[in-house]
């Protein structure tokens, strides 16, 4: 069977991928970081018995940081696929920590990419790029020939791991491919980021669990699907006769405030009630437009986007008023529990 190394499996496209991979026969491998805590909640269920894991799906302790246990993991996994979509992903958290982010966002795909080369390994390479490249805009929309201007020191790292790619592709004969994957979204997106954090706090101002949610620039437009329609472009990157760069998109753009509306309205709210700005939230250089263009995809991957926007927003209210539903019982409960004196 196929053999694929994911890094970032824990993260929202790592679960979703090792669901694509598995279905389609693969062994999938996970590099993931070692804590103190488990962090492994998006890909439980793919361990469909407890007791009895599936053997396809196995996990190894690793870092983009040290280049040591990536080789490791590569010599024992010997993968036909591997796809890099590890990363310090947050762009606002990127300004505070822009060292860290250059170390995991960046250097990570060389350390990578040289682990590849010095085995000797026949293995092909995916490259999480981003949207985030092209930051200031030169032209709308955006293709794989819009010229990046970076706005971030996440949008600059992953300017270096795309060129990098670039380079290892063209230096050394290597398969290696990167995805301009504009911004994708789901009921798996962590917390933090400003899609599910609407959605997070909708659901729960809706049942009494909040009062306010606090944003920074509304204003902001974006280009967003769903991750799981995603992963499959990724997958199909690797498929290919040859080596090339593709940017995922929907051609459609919305802005945080277009959100903020079809989120609030599923659930008979006005989000102009309960949202307030904070400066906090603001970028020192924000990204004021991102629209892709993804005729390459389709002509040549065959890949197109499924889920619309409207069916976006929807799926993640539906999963996280589930969730505020639990929160909700829990406080009852622990209420209950309080006024009983116990």
């Known amino acids: 069977m196929p053999r694929a190394l994911i890094t970032g499996i824990t993260g929202q496209d790592g679960s979703y991928l ?19 805590s488990f962090n492994t909640d998006r890909i439980e269920h793919l361990y469909q018995d407890p007791h009895k894991p599936d053997v396809r799906l196995r996990l190894a302790y690793g870092d983009l940081n040290d280049s040591t ?3 490791n993991i590569l010599e024992e996994s010997q993968p036909d696929e591997v796809y890099n979509l590890g990363a310090q992903s947050h762009v606002r958290v990127s300004f505070d920590i822009p060292e860290y982010t250059g170390e995991i966002s960046g250097l990570g795909s060389v350390r990578l990419l040289e682990a590849i080369r010095r085995l000797n390994l026949k293995t092909r390479f ?6 985030e490249l092209f930051g200031k805009v030169h032209e709308v929309p955006q293709t794989e020939l819009t010229p990046f201007h970076p706005r971030s020191p996440y949008a600059a790292a992953k300017a270096y791991a795309f060129y990098i790619t670039k380079n290892y592709r063209e230096g050394y004969s290597m398969f290696a491919v ?7 979204e789901s009921p798996r997106r962590g917390e933090t980021f400003v899609t599910r954090k609407i959605t997070r706090a909708a659901t729960r101002i809706k049942l009494g669990l909040q009062k306010k ?7 902001a437009k974006r280009d967003w699907g769903f991750a799981g329609d995603y992963v499959e472009g990724m997958w199909r990157m690797l498929q290919t006769d040859e080596p090339d760069d593709y940017v995922l998109a929907t051609g459609e753009t919305h802005s945080v405030r277009e959100f903020l509306e079809t989120t609030f309205a599923l659930l008979d709210l006005d989000y102009r009630e309960h949202v307030e700005h904070d400066a906090r939230y603001e ?3 924000e990204v004021d437009l991102l629209l892709g263009d993804y005729s390459k995809a389709k002509e040549k991957l065959g ?15 539906e999963s996280d008023m589930v969730m505020a539903r639990k929160e909700e019982a829990l406080a009852r409960h622990e209420d209950g529990e309080r006024r009983a004196g116990r």
């Not at 090792?18 to 103190?36: M, N, T």
């Not at 949610?213 to 204003?219: A, D, F, R, T």
């Open 18 to 36: 090792a669901e694509l991979l598995l279905a389609k026969g693969y062994e999938v491998w996970g590099v993931v970081r070692r804590s103190s």
């Open 213 to 219: 949610l606090y944003l920074g620039n509304v204003e």
């Open 126 to 131: 995916y490259q999480a790029s981003s949207s």
């Open 69 to 71: 246990s990536l080789a």
């Open 303 to 317: 890949w197109e986007p499924k889920v619309s926007f409207k069916e976006l927003v929807r799926m993640m209210v």
């Open 178 to 184: 990167n995805g301009i994957l504009f911004n994708h």
């Open 283 to 285: 970028r020192p250089a």
